[in-house]
């Protein structure tokens, strides 16, 4: 078994207020087939308008927002999941107050080089990290 967190998970942030933690892929667990992130988005924060080839869900875990799939925009809450088919350009902008988090998995698994998209160490490994 194949245990993962978030805490021990490569991870990028962006500056418009988006982290994304790596959990199974091919870079983290050998997964073939499969690419699964968390991700938290700041209040007013967003993940810009993009598209790649492999199918996408997210699933919304906490909060609300706009989520952009193709030439549509829709409201997104607590419990949704959002199908995005390969190759459509989408996106998610945290438009409230209030954090927005999400699971995202994706198959087949990014063939890109995982350590470019997701380049900075797990947060386990930068102790002071949070230490104010």
């Not at 308008?49 to 706009?66: A, D, K, M, N, T």
């Not at 999941?81 to 390969?86: A, E, L, T």
């Not at 698994?109 to 990290?129: N, T």
């Amino acid at each position: 078994m194949k245990l993962l967190h978030k805490r021990t998970a490569p991870r990028y942030e962006r500056p418009e207020g988006i982290t994304s933690y790596l959990l199974a892929s091919p870079r983290t667990t050998g997964a073939r087939h499969l690419t699964v992130s968390f991700v938290e988005l700041e209040p007013g924060g967003a993940q810009r308008i993009h598209s790649h080839s492999p199918e996408q869900v997210y699933f919304i875990l906490e909060g609300c927002g706009r989520m952009t799939v193709a030439d549509e925009t829709r409201k997104v809450q607590c419990g949704d999941c959002i199908f995005i088919p390969g190759g459509a350009r989408h996106g998610l902008e945290n438009d409230t107050q209030e954090p927005l988090t999400y699971f995202s998995a994706a198959a087949p698994a990014f063939e890109e080089p995982l350590e470019s998209l997701w380049p900075l160490p797990c947060e386990a490994d930068e102790p002071e990290r949070g230490a104010s």
